[in-house]
Antibody, heavy 120, light 108 residues
Framework: QVHLLESGPGLVKASQTLSLTCDIS??????????WNWLRQSPSRGLEWLGS?????????KYGTSAESRVTINPDTSRNQFSLEVKSVTPDDTAMYFC??????????WGQGILVIVSS | EVVLTQSPGTLSLSPGDRATLSCRAS???????LLWYQQKPGQAPRLLMY???TRMSGTPDRFTGSGSGTDFTLTISSLEPEDFGVYYC?????????FGQGTRLEIK
């Protein structure tokens, strides 16, 4: 049974960097058959895919278009985690942030989500 | 980027009714890369269906996905109380994932 758990600060000041971590149990961040994703959800923007990371003999990253230049996703193989950084946040980045495993060209396993509020 | 438009925005039905949820894509969806999720309040979305009509393990057979090209449908043959929530369609193309805005299925 795969379990994902997001963690990080729930409050970030505008212009600073939002940093979250996703702990993986029951699977490996280095599993060549999977991709590991960050998504967010807000009333104004709906469900939005931020990006993914996956290992296929080397690490690959892909990012969504909306926040591409500000988003970085990295693996931590020693802790079986992956992380999300969003730089220069604004109140528009306030959302529920989810990590999820990628399969079937979608997302088959999700964390519970973490609410991040960006204060101005 | 493919834009997905779901209709109706809200569907009010009773247990036992048939529900028909629509997802229309702005461009033709290639390789049947269309998925459906269910989300309940306070929970993450749950993947129900992928490749248009393939049910995930645990998705009841009262859920049926259909469609091709730009028009897709999720049908729930006879609503159970646990089926109420918000449903999203999702597409994958050119390394991008996009979601529809959701259809809220509520108890009448």
């Amino acid at each position: 049974q795969v379990h994902l758990l997001e963690s990080g600060p729930g409050l970030v000041k505008a212009s600073q960097t939002l940093s979250l971590t996703c702990d993986i149990s029951g699977d490996s961040v280095s599993n060549r058959g999977d991709a590991w994703n960050w998504l967010r959800q807000s009333p104004s923007r709906g469900l939005e895919w931020l990006g993914s990371i996956y290992f296929r003999s080397q690490w690959f990253r892909k990012y969504g278009t909306s926040a591409e230049s500000r988003v970085t996703i990295n693996p931590d193989t020693s802790r079986n985690q992956f992380s999300l950084e969003v730089k220069s946040v604004t109140p528009d980045d306030t959302a529920m942030y989810f990590c999820a495993r990628g399969r079937h060209n979608g997302f088959d396993c999700w964390g519970q989500g973490i609410l991040v509020i960006v204060s101005s | 980027e493919v834009v997905l438009t779901q209709s109706p925005g809200t569907l009010s039905l009773s247990p036992g009714d048939r529900a028909t949820l629509s997802c229309r894509a702005s461009q033709s969806v290639n390789n049947n890369l269309l998925l459906w999720y269910q989300q309940k309040p306070g929970q993450a979305p749950r993947l129900l269906m992928y490749d248009v009509f393939t049910r995930m393990s645990g998705t009841p057979d009262r859920f049926t996905g259909s469609g091709s090209g730009t028009d897709f449908t999720l049908t729930i043959s006879s609503l159970e109380p646990e089926d109420f929530g918000v449903y999203y369609c999702q597409h994958f193309d050119f390394s991008l994932f996009t979601f529809g805005q959701g259809t809220r299925l509520e108890i009448k």
